[in-house]
């Protein structure tokens, strides 16, 4: 079943990976939802985050392929349950209709949406959180008048990680690390004998 | 520049010894430190500074001048083929740059050590639309497993090292270096040459886990019918030896690739033949009867699975590759076995029973008689009195006992040649598996015997494929590559033909290709040359070609409308394989 995946890819810095990422992807006709690259907690450690429906057995061999490019550390994929994400979002609105109404202010405060710019013709406020919520928002101030939109790319925290400095000692390590594929049949070796 | 005696800034003992030299001199310093002896290209504008320096490196470096950028690229894989080391290219920036393209495709598709060193526009003219500029490294994205433009010569060293390290470790590929022409003119500071083997962000060679060793000999040690299937991996591990260690102690029936062809001997008792579409009637229908099978670095291609949700469902799945994004990606895997199979092999033959699987084998024999007495003797032993091109690959076996490395195109020629030729020894077959190129098989044989001057090395191409690349003819001629090139001439693109006849009705849309006088060109490239057209003549003429110190071109002609069986159709399971 498809499903709304994120992946999480460490990378080195280095002009062109995002095309080599990118065309993995696009290879296979798969749309990308949402990408943002950022550094990581570590320096010269980029962070890319990609969300793309798919199917978990069509993500996991996605995975396997963007870990094979050579500047690539590491590429996690974790549903939406198992991260912590938001989104950012500007609306641009005429600044007469939010002064006139109050219920616009009401709104704004109940989606947590706060001004940036307030100028005589209009007024650009930012709300960030879920596709729902921003999503919600448009709606909402469509009725005022809204003018201008965009949303930033999703920004995620995977729940279960350390982080990536001890994952990083291994890579420098000259041994070759104990990374391997997951397999359903690791650890379950009685089951693995009964033909 | 006065000869080099020495690499150059070889360091002092103590003391960090710098030289001034240019990006171009860096470059070929970086091929002497890597043990490069020949190198395939072709000169231009962009990558001039290389070419002036090269003229002074003439005594160490071998340069063939081919007759166009895919012709190197494909010589460069042929050498890499027979040698076992990383070949290498030289091209100019532009056209020069983008007909190296199909041949990095193929090079990627068919993991061969290839390092591509393009000439660039000067750096400041980069996006400008330049004469001779193309965004190379973008276009070679896709079918390269590394590439790195370089504007600065200080980097060139570092660079070459990376480039040579990722071509050969792991599964091994084609990386293209692009070099602006300032950067190879750039005079830099140079303190010797250091090896690349280790990048952090990079992992060639996984670890072994002892679990999944132990899991897979389980499995091996209980099969009834187990069946072991055998890739190109096995030759690029260099693994032959510890394969058939292998092979010989569980006993288990080997069938093999394309890619794979010659790591195990013909004659070897466990050897079964050929996998996939044009493979052998065992491989292919026993395959959807065993209980275990186990695959030796292959990829499952469809080529080779047919149909994947009929295939080998019944059997557990032991995969053994040093690529992990191979394992699960088409044949769901049992266990899979991640690292290089020089090393995982020989843990898996100690961790096995002795065993012999009489019946087994019997089963293998009995298809081998069916598929012999439907299939194998009428095209080897033909009544018609027209030729075949089984029988040609037949007299040829006699004349060179399977010492010979066989270099073929793509086609009807390359699936009879693949089936019907022996090999005595490993790295003898050189084909395009997995881009089915045509016009790989000419300038790939040139390669091919710079990688192995001391054998014989023998293109079967057919009158197609060898008009696509028939320019380098004049590449064999100027450097007196000794191959033996034999055209097999059946008036058609056969391959295509055939599916036109099986699955068109017989519609032959524009595959009646007619040929120039093959004999006169190969004399007009002063290259001995002689059409056979009956079957009399066949014998004395492939000796004649082998006998031949120099290069010899044999036209021969073989039947229009002859067909390659068996077959698996397209989109059906290899149980349901055709013998006719």
């Known amino acids: 079943m498809k499903q709304e995946f994120t992946i999480t890819v460490y990378t080195e810095n280095q002009i062109g990976l995002l095309t080599r990422i990118a065309i993995i992807f696009s290879r296979r006709k798969i749309n990308v939802e949402s990408l943002n690259t950022s550094p990581s907690e570590i320096e010269n450690i980029h962070r890319f985050n990609i969300v793309i429906n798919e199917t978990e057995e069509v993500v996991r061999k996605l995975c396997r392929q963007i870990e094979k490019q050579v500047e690539v550390l590491k590429a996690y994929y ?118 | 520049m006065s000869t080099i005696a020495e690499p150059i800034g070889s360091k002092a003992a103590g003391t960090e010894k710098t030289t001034t030299i240019s990006g171009s001199v860096a470059v070929l310093e970086a091929f002497l430190a890597e043990g490069v002896d020949t190198i395939f290209g072709y000169p231009g504008g962009a990558i001039m500074p290389i070419y002036d320096a090269l003229y002074d490196y003439n005594d160490k470096l071998k340069h063939i001048l081919v007759r166009h950028e895919q012709g190197g690229i494909h010589a460069a894989q042929g050498y890499a083929r027979t040698s076992g080391r990383t070949g290498v290219v030289f091209a100019t920036s532009g056209p020069g740059a983008t007909n190296l393209v199909t041949g990095l495709a193929d090079a990627m598709i068919d993991s061969n050590p290839i390092v591509c060193v393009t000439g660039q526009v000067f750096a400041h003219l980069l996006g400008t639309d330049a004469f001779q500029e193309t965004d190379v490294i973008n276009i070679t994205t896709p079918v390269t497993k590394w590439n790195y433009q370089v504007t600065d010569a200080s980097e060139i060293p570092h660079v070459l090292a990376k480039a040579f390290y990722i071509a050969s470790s792991g599964r091994p590929g084609p990386v293209l270096i692009d070099i602006t022409k300032n950067a190879q003119l750039q005079l830099f500071e140079y303190s010797g040459y250091q090896k690349c083997n280790h990048i952090r962000s990079y992992r060639p060679k996984p670890n072994i886990r002892t679990e999944y060793i132990e899991q897979a ?157 439907q299939c194998i003797v009428p095209e080897m032993n033909p009544t018609s009195e027209v030729m075949t091109m089984a029988e040609v690959i037949h007299a040829l076996n006699d004349l060179t006992n399977g010492d010979a490395v066989i270099v073929t195109d793509v086609g009807q020629h390359q699936m009879v040649a693949c089936r019907y030729a022996k090999f005595t020894q490993s790295q003898s077959n050189v084909t395009s598996g997995g881009l089915g190129t045509m016009g790989f098989g000419l300038p790939a044989a040139i390669g091919a015997k710079y990688g192995a001057p001391d054998r014989e090395v023998i293109a079967i191409i057919g009158d197609g494929g060898i008009q696509m690349t028939i320019q380098e003819l004049g590449t064999i001629m100027q450097f007196g590559v000794a191959v033996k090139i034999i055209v097999l001439n059946n008036q058609f693109l056969g391959m295509v033909r055939q599916w036109q006849q099986l699955f068109h009705d017989k519609r032959y849309s524009f595959v009646n290709i007619t040929s120039p006088d093959f004999v006169a060109v190969a004399k007009g490239y002063h290259i001995d040359a002689q059409k056979v057209e009956h079957r009399e003549q066949l014998r004395a003429a492939l000796k004649t070609m082998i006998d031949s110190k120099e290069s010899y071109l044999l036209e021969i002609m073989v039947g229009k409308e002859n067909n390659v069986f068996p077959m698996v159709p397209q989109g059906c399971s290899v149980a349901e394989i055709r013998l006719k």
Request: net charge negative; with cysteine.
């Open chain 1, 78 to 195: 974790s549903s939406n349950d198992e991260i912590i994400w938001q989104e950012m979002a500007l609306y641009k609105v005429p600044t007469d209709q939010v002064a006139e109404k109050v219920q616009v202010e009401r709104l704004l405060r109940q989606y947590g949406a706060r001004a940036v710019v307030i100028r005589n013709d209009y007024t650009v406020f930012e709300a960030t959180g879920h596709r729902e919520e921003t999503d919600k928002l448009i709606e909402i101030l469509g009725e005022f008048g809204l003018i201008e939109f965009v949303r930033s790319a999703r920004v995620a925290i995977i729940k279960n990680s350390n982080g990536f400095h001890d994952k990083l000692r291994q890579f420098e390590q000259r041994e070759p690390g104990e990374e391997v594929i997951e397999n359903e049949y690791l650890g379950q070796n009685q089951k693995v004998f009964t033909m």
């Open chain 2, 217 to 373: 000999a389980a499995w091996i040690n209980q099969a009834q019918r187990p069946f072991v299937l055998f890739g190109q991996g096995v030759i690029l591990g260099k693994a032959e030896q510890e394969f058939k260690a292998f092979i010989e102690k569980s006993g288990i029936p080997a069938a093999w690739t394309i890619m794979g062809l010659s790591a195990l001997p013909t004659d070897h008792p466990l050897n079964v033949g050929m996998l996939g579409m044009h493979g052998n009637y065992g491989p292919n229908v026993l395959t959807n009867e065993c209980d275990v099978l186990i695959a030796v670095g292959m990829r499952f291609d469809d080529r080779v699975t047919g149909r994947l949700d009929k295939y080998a469902r019944q059997a557990k799945v032991i995969h053994l590759d040093i690529d992990p994004a191979e394992i699960d990606k088409n044949v769901k895997t049992t266990v899979p076995v991640w690292g290089d199979c020089k090393e995982t092999l020989p843990l898996l033959t100690a961790a096995i029973n002795q065993k012999v699987y009489p019946q087994w084998l019997d089963k293998f024999n009995d298809y081998r008689r069916q598929e012999e007495e």
